[in-house]
Antibody, heavy 121, light 110 residues
Framework: QVLLVQSGAEVKKPGASVKVSCKAS????????IHWVRQAPGQGLEWMGW????????NYAQKFRGSVTMTRDTSTSTAYMELSRLRSDDTAVFYC??????????????WGQGTMVTVSS | QSVLTQPPSASGTPGQRVTISCSGS????????VYWYQHLPGTAPKLLIY???QRPSGVPDRFSGSKSGTSASLAISGLRSEDEADYYC???????????FGGGTKLTVL
């Protein structure tokens, strides 16, 4: 069974950083891109970027360049998303998502359970 | 403001057919596939349609997708109460070199 299990909820102060993990199981981790998508309260879905777990290569959405860093650890089949210089409007549920096809980007197929990040002073 | 435009709401009665539109541009829907996701409150979104009109295994054939020019539509036939959810379209944007979503459509089953 293909699963993505994310780390637990976080509460951070403005200006801090947060690092969310996403542990994959049930498939070859290096075969499929991992995306990060967020949803702020009452808002829609927003794509943040992807990481190619095989090469470590990334593609960040323009909005998040300079503030997001996506990494992976192939030894533990875990992807990470770190968001820095947090603001209150970064409060959101963050999802990791596995792509549908091998070695490229096509669709957001397998979703993690989501991680709530609250930014508050 | 989203790159892809969806109506904020839609509604129908059980058994009815409803459609949700998604409008884009030449750099999004005009040249790339469209994807649809269903999002039930408190759960993770679910892939409903990929490559404009393909259904993943397990998605009922009541759900169908189509694309024409720079617009796309999701149709749900034989509407059921469990279809009440938020629906999002998505596409690759050649101008942004990234994925973009529509703002979402809240479907109410009356």
């Amino acid at each position: 069974q293909v699963l993505l299990v994310q780390s637990g909820a976080e509460v951070k102060k403005p200006g801090a950083s947060v690092k969310v993990s996403c542990k994959a199981s049930g498939y070859t981790f290096t075969g499929y891109y991992i995306h990060w998508v967020r949803q702020a309260p009452g808002q829609g879905l927003e794509w943040m970027g992807w990481i190619n777990p095989n090469s470590g290569g990334t593609n960040y959405a323009q909005k998040f360049r300079g503030s997001v860093t996506m990494t992976r650890d192939t030894s533990t089949s875990t992807a990470y998303m770190e968001l820095s210089r947090l603001r209150s409007d970064d409060t959101a549920v963050f999802y990791c998502v596995r792509d549908r096809i091998v070695g490229a980007s096509d669709a957001f197929e397998i979703w993690g359970q989501g991680t709530m990040v609250t930014v508050s002073s | 403001q989203s790159v892809l435009t969806q109506p904020p709401s839609a509604s129908g009665t059980p058994g009815q057919r409803v459609t949700i539109s998604c409008s884009g541009s030449s750099s999004t829907i005009g040249t790339n596939y469209v994807y649809w996701y269903q999002h039930l409150p408190g759960t993770a979104p679910k892939l409903l349609i990929y490559r404009s009109n393909q259904r993943p295994s397990g998605v009922p054939d009541r759900f169908s997708g189509s694309k024409s020019g720079t617009s796309a539509s999701l149709a749900i036939s034989g509407l059921r109460s469990e279809d009440e959810a938020d629906y999002y379209c998505a596409a690759w944007d050649d101008s942004l070199s990234g994925w973009v979503f529509g703002g979402g459509t809240k479907l109410t089953v009356l």
